[in-house]
């Protein structure tokens, strides 16, 4: 029995369906479980479960363009001859896919992304601020409906490997870019819990992750101010490099990114700091605390469930009004 497994999108959202499909894959051994994603999940998914397989699709490519582009992905991923189709996006690509799969005779089931209580979390006025189902609980029912039932363990997923370099005792890692604004605590800010850390700590080690051009030319400017900041993207090859060196830190300083995911997959404990989104929307990190949450209490909160939109004030209260100082004492427990 083939089950084919569709995730495409950004790393966070990938990175969430690993404990989900990790504990489908021991619970269900006679299934043959076939991933498919962007490249760059390949990390994840590797020795995950001896019949877990997974198969990158660059949507990049020109042949997967426009309308004839759906045509190919669903023809690319028929060739894998599934059984079964578990569509865990829920975009036009793996709707046409999907669409045709059930053509063919072949059961598929899709995640529910309930926008409705999106839209009732995020609104103006008159917000109903609950706990809404996580993506680790939107993924499972895909599977159950398909009629496979299983719990997922509590521990982390990712056993990663060795880190390419040798990591200090006393080391944690920040990631303090994400892709939107509405996500990203202020640089200056950020800057004085750095400051803050190694005034406390002064045999600390800080690992800063990221890897656009924004993010290592800030880098550049922190490695410049302080002695033992560094940047992990100088020693790490790859993302498996990236999670060994995750793994070894005491804990991770992160947005509501795809950082906070992939440091939660190797069990890292992870204070995130939420702005413009908020934890009730279902996205935090796969076991980790509440306790190490930063957030502001504003009634415009949470604005956006991704953070792209502008903010409605002008000033990002929801960020500017977190105090270092918070961030540095959820910080101290962990050293």
């Known amino acids: 029995m083939k089950l084919l497994c569709i995730r495409f999108s950004a790393i966070g959202d990938v990175a969430m369906t690993v404990p989900v499909v990790k504990a489908l894959a021991m619970a269900?051994?006679?299934?043959?479980?076939?991933?498919?994603s962007r490249p760059f999940a390949k990390a994840f998914y590797e020795g995950l479960a001896p019949n877990v397989e997974f198969v990158g699709m660059n949507l990049k490519d020109s042949r997967y363009k426009g309308i004839g582009g759906l045509r190919h992905v669903y023809h690319d991923l028929r060739a894998l001859k599934p059984d079964m189709v578990a569509d865990l996006h829920d975009v036009l690509r793996t709707k046409y896919a999907r669409l045709r799969f059930r053509m063919a005779g072949i059961?598929?089931?899709?995640?529910?992304?309930?926008?409705?209580?999106?839209?009732?979390?995020?609104?103006?006025?008159?917000?109903?601020?609950?706990q809404q189902a996580t993506s680790f609980e939107k993924y499972k029912a895909v599977f159950s409906r398909l009629g496979l039932d299983f719990e997922i363990p509590k521990e982390a997923p990712l056993s990663p490997?060795?880190?390419?370099?040798g990591i200090p005792?006393?080391?944690?890692?920040?990631?303090?870019?994400?892709?939107?604004?509405?996500k990203i605590y202020p640089v200056d800010k950020m800057e004085t819990v750095i400051r803050l850390l190694k005034r406390q700590h002064?045999?600390?080690?800080i690992y800063l992750f990221g890897g656009g051009?924004?993010?290592?030319?800030?880098?550049?400017?922190?490695?410049?101010?302080?002695?033992?900041?560094?940047?992990?993207?100088?020693?790490?090859?790859?993302?498996?490099?990236e999670l060994a060196v995750m793994k070894r830190m005491k804990?991770?300083?992160?947005?509501?990114?795809?950082?906070?995911?992939?440091?939660?997959?190797?069990?890292?404990?992870?204070?995130?700091?939420?702005?413009?989104?908020?934890?009730?929307?279902?996205?935090?990190?796969?076991?980790?605390?509440?306790?190490?949450?930063?957030?502001?209490?504003?009634?415009?909160r949470p604005c956006s469930i991704y953070g792209n939109k502008p903010c409605l004030r002008g000033d990002y209260a929801c960020l500017n009004s977190i105090k270092p100082e918070e961030i540095v004492g959820k910080v101290g427990k962990y050293l």
């Open 251 to 300: 804990c991770m300083v992160t947005m509501d990114s795809g950082n906070m995911h992939l440091a939660s997959l190797v069990g890292t404990p992870v204070v995130s700091i939420w702005g413009a989104t908020h934890p009730f929307t279902g996205f935090m990190g796969w076991g980790q605390s509440k306790d190490d949450i930063v957030q502001a209490e504003l009634p415009c």
């Open 28 to 36: 269900h051994p006679d299934i043959h479980i076939i991933m498919v």
């Open 161 to 165: 490997k060795e880190p390419p370099v």
């Open 213 to 241: 051009p924004r993010d290592k030319a800030q880098f550049s400017t922190w490695q410049s101010m302080y002695d033992n900041v560094l940047y992990a993207g100088e020693f790490c090859r790859d993302m498996g490099d």
């Open 202 to 205: 002064p045999d600390l080690s």
């Open 107 to 130: 059961p598929v089931s899709y995640i529910d992304k309930n926008r409705a209580a999106r839209k009732e979390i995020t609104r103006r006025e008159d917000k109903i601020l609950m």
């Open 169 to 182: 005792e006393k080391a944690v890692g920040i990631a303090p870019f994400a892709a939107h604004d509405g």
